[in-house]
């Protein structure tokens, strides 16, 4: 079984992984194997081409024992389940903004985490979804949440807790559609 760790870009998927261990960087695959299709010079980003990042991680996961964990913001394309990390939207814009973001790829990625786009899309093309609320936790926090779920899916458990839909932040002070500035 393949397993995405994903969210909009600064929700924590990438730290949280690292403290777990033996997971699958998807966007380095992507660019160290040449799993893309151009740039997209306005997004400063790798145009993937999914279909051959498909094809890569499934064979990488048919030579795997058990589950094969990978991380990125499109890994809930190429996945099996998905763990979606949330952040509230205005936390999300200070973090992206302390990485040196444009205006333009912060708003669009805090409007896309408003909006629950990541989370729209896991549901769409995984059997089974899972959501953390990231906003306050510390990297240990999520890191642990993860490795509950992992656990749980490896012992072939449910777990509760994490149903998808239980985010919201178009009812949020934490919104950024409460303050968004459309000229950025």
Same mark, same amino acid.
């Given at each position: ?7 909009? *870009? ?34 400063? @980003? ?42 509230? *939207? ?73 149903? *998808? ?6 009812? @949020? ?12």
């Amino acid at each position: 079984m393949i397993i995405g760790i994903t969210g909009t *870009p600064g929700t924590g998927k990438t730290s949280a992984s690292a403290l777990i261990g033996g997971v699958l960087d998807l966007n380095e695959l992507i660019k160290d194997g040449g799993l893309y299709r151009g740039i997209d010079e306005a997004r400063d @980003s790798l145009v993937a081409d999914m279909d051959a990042v498909y094809d890569r991680v499934c064979g990488i996961a048919d030579v795997r024992d058990g589950n094969l964990v990978i991380e990125g913001h499109l890994s809930h394309h190429v996945s099996d389940s998905a763990i979606v990390l949330r952040l509230a *939207p205005d936390e999300l814009e200070k973090r992206l903004m302390a990485r040196g973001y444009s205006g333009a790829k912060i708003s669009e990625n805090a409007l896309a985490e408003a909006v629950d786009v990541i989370l729209v899309e896991a549901l769409d093309w995984c059997d089974k979804v899972y959501e953390i609320d990231t906003t306050g936790k510390t990297v240990e926090e999520v890191a642990d949440a993860i490795q509950g779920i992992l656990d749980a899916i490896g012992r072939g458990i449910k777990i509760d807790g994490y149903e *998808p839909g239980s985010v919201d932040w178009l009812e @949020s002070e934490a919104s950024c559609l409460v303050n968004f500035d459309y000229d950025r």
